[in-house]
């Protein structure tokens, strides 16, 4: 199996696109390796929620490195991101389940927290989940990283008859 293949294709999001990027084609020391590079990029994160289906293997070798720290964002990962739909969809959700698990706290009265967990439970959790995809089609939202990303031209038009040159980076 390829891991780039040139095929029609309905993407998740709805779009058709004629090559696919078929992540069931990396094997677990190439997904042991991309966890490896996103951890050396990534700042520090609770926990990995993975997009199902392509996320989830990558969520399970980043948890290795979570902080369990409610101080510290959830990260969101997926293998490919095309139109960002997905990884919208899971931080809407994420961000709503911390909002349930914060209620739920604030019922419980007599526990012993930090003064850190009784902030959060007061003040709400200030800390938006961060995003982690191995493949970015399309230019991802500022909240999400790419270790790699695809351009449909790395030329933009600044003004009439004049073009910049982008240099895509993943910091």
Known sequence: MNL?????FKSSAGLD??????CDALTDDDWEGIAT?????AKPFRSAIGVPR????????????????YLDPVCIVDDVLTTGKSMEECRTKTIKDEEERISICK???????TK????IITNGSKVDPV????????????WIS??????????RQVKEGYYKYDVVSSS
């Open 37 to 41: 590079m996103i951890m050396e990029k």
């Open 54 to 69: 392509g996320g989830v293997k990558l969520a399970e070798l980043l948890n290795e490195y979570g902080t369990g720290s």
């Open 17 to 22: 696109l004629s090559w696919k990027i078929e």
């Open 146 to 155: 790419s270790l790699f990303h695809m351009s449909s031209s790395p030329f």
């Open 116 to 119: 850190a967990e009784q902030d």
């Open 107 to 113: 019922q419980f009265v007599g526990v012993t927290r």
């Open 131 to 142: 995003g982690w995809v191995v493949f970015a089609r399309n230019q991802p939202a500022k």
């Open 4 to 8: 780039f293949q040139k095929v029609d």
